[in-house]
């Protein structure tokens, strides 16, 4: 039997996932940034802030943002790191990468920007010192590959962050339920003229590993001292772990 893999609530080969994704992202890359806002009223913010101050990373840290699209957690790494230090921007979508490019641009940053898959990473062993994903780990297809490649790129005390939707705090859950498979895709489709990408962003959330097991998955790849922080109880979480 052939491999299979998520694409939401569908199962599908491993590429045809990475060809749908990428479809998705090239289908919403223009609103991206503002649907972020009205689908969170503005608390992704937050939550990429918070991430960044638990990183630790100091000013002259080198920064790798793993499927950073549009640049977030790239820009405010850069502040964190200051002029001595360094963040690399990735994404495997050349359109989601362009506007984040731009808009740093346009904010007068220059930062390395690298069109690149999360499970094949185009650096070397042991060279940043803290290696993030926001949002991007329930897209890739093979997770665990990209998080041994998020390891094998960190060196020695370095620091992993994971940032991505999670489970719910039960009492909550059919609201939310509600909320992402009513909600989201109208708003998809009144703001970004697609329904179906926003269908898929509800679904690939359901289908992504809890707390616990994506602890576990953090685990195997190698990582150490692995916590997580729920954030909007429990719609968002932060994994943290370190490299030894």
Known sequence: MSEKTHFGFEQVPPDEKTRRVRGVFESV???????NDLMSAGLHRAWKRFAVETSGVRQGARVLDV????????RLFADHVGERGSVVLTDINGAMLAGGRDRLLDE??????????AEMLPFPDRHFDCVCVGFG??????????????????RPGGVALVLEFSQ???PLRAAY???SFNVLPRLGKVVANDE???????????MHPDQEALKTLMQTAGFNRID???????VVALHRGYAL
């Open 29 to 35: 890359a223009g609103k991206y940034d503002l649907m």
């Open 67 to 74: 499927a950073g699209g549009t640049g977030d957690l790239t």
């Open 108 to 117: 007068g940053r220059i930062v390395p920007v690298v069109q690149c898959n």
């Open 137 to 154: 780990l329930r897209n890739v297809t093979r997770k665990e590959v990209a998080l041994a490649e998020m390891r094998r790129v960190l």
């Open 168 to 170: 719910v705090w039960g």
């Open 177 to 179: 339920d509600w909320y």
């Open 196 to 206: 179906a990408s926003y269908r898929y962003l509800a679904e690939s959330i359901r």
């Open 228 to 234: 997580f922080f729920n954030l909007a109880a429990g």
